[in-house]
């Protein structure tokens, strides 16, 4: 699967953005997804996990109330609402993706080496 992370920009504290994670090409594998970020300086560290089946989500606890994951399988995406935005939020945000046979579609996985693809950063500043 390959992922290709948008969506990100500049904007001021208390506003919104919405990431997208599209894979690039149909796919007919079943696949869990999460969003990373890592600060400049910073640990790559946990945002948020939805699991195949979309019924399952995952939050860290620093974006629980204010981010949102949600998945369109019929287009292969995957979105990150934010909203609220803190400057403390600034990061580059990476979306990630492991194959899940049957028996996991509902499992999500909040652990960035349980997954086996990557998309590139999309870089997200908020401003105070």
């Known amino acids: 699967v390959q992922l290709q992370a948008s969506g990100g920009g500049v904007v001021q504290a208390g506003g919104s953005l919405r990431l997208s994670c599209a894979a690039s090409?149909?796919?007919?594998?079943?696949?869990?997804v999460g969003w990373f970020r890592q600060a400049p300086g910073k640990e790559r560290e946990f945002v948020a996990a939805?699991?195949?089946?979309?019924?399952?989500?995952y939050y860290a606890d620093s974006v629980k109330g204010r981010f949102t994951i949600s998945r369109d399988i019929a287009q292969n995406t995957v979105y990150l609402q934010m909203n609220s935005l803190k400057p403390e939020d600034t990061a580059a945000y990476y979306c990630?993706?492991?194959?899940?046979?049957?028996?996991?579609?509902?499992?999500?996985?909040?652990?960035?080496?349980?997954?086996?693809?990557w998309g590139q950063g999309t870089l997200v500043t908020v401003s105070s």
């Open positions: 990630a993706a492991r194959d899940v046979e049957v028996d996991s579609w509902s499992y999500y996985y909040p652990k960035y080496y349980e997954y086996d693809y």
């Open positions: 090409e149909r796919t007919f594998r079943a696949y869990a």
């Open positions: 939805i699991s195949w089946s979309g019924g399952n989500k």
